[in-house]
């Protein structure tokens, strides 16, 4: 099992910035499938973000054209720049990783442990 490891999470005011970073442990990571998930009390966890073999990089409509994904694979690791951050924002965040694309989202893929990200009025 690939092992995956967050960082950046923290308190920020309305219309900040953070910062995430998640580092992979698996030697194929540039073939890995990449994503952002967010959890908020009481709810459900939804997509955010996710970056798959072919370069291309899908948002959710709620972050778009605030939230920036990004990958390094020679770090074996994938940021979330998030700009202009609002108190719905507010979730722990976790990234997920699979060799298949398709499978991002799903429970058997690779988890990180999740960051705190919360975002004061």
């Known amino acids: 099992q690939v092992q995956l490891v967050e960082s950046g999470g923290g308190l920020v005011q309305a219309g900040g910035s953070l910062r995430l970073s998640c580092q992979a442990s698996?030697?194929?990571?540039?073939?890995?499938?990449m994503a952002w998930f967010r959890q908020a009390p009481g709810k459900d966890r939804e997509f955010v973000a996710r970056?798959?073999?072919?370069?291309?990089?899908d948002y959710a409509d709620s972050v778009k054209g605030r939230f920036t994904m990004s990958r390094d694979n020679a770090k074996k690791t994938v940021y979330l720049q998030m700009n202009s951050l609002k108190p719905e924002d507010t979730a722990v965040y976790y990234c997920?990783?699979?060799?298949?694309?398709?499978?991002?989202?799903?429970?058997?893929?690779?988890w990180g442990q999740g960051t705190q990200v919360t975002v004061s009025s």
């Open positions: 997920n990783g699979n060799a298949n694309w398709k499978l991002l989202g799903r429970d058997g893929g690779s």
């Open positions: 698996t030697r194929t990571f540039s073939t890995y499938a």
């Open positions: 970056s798959i073999f072919s370069g291309q990089i």
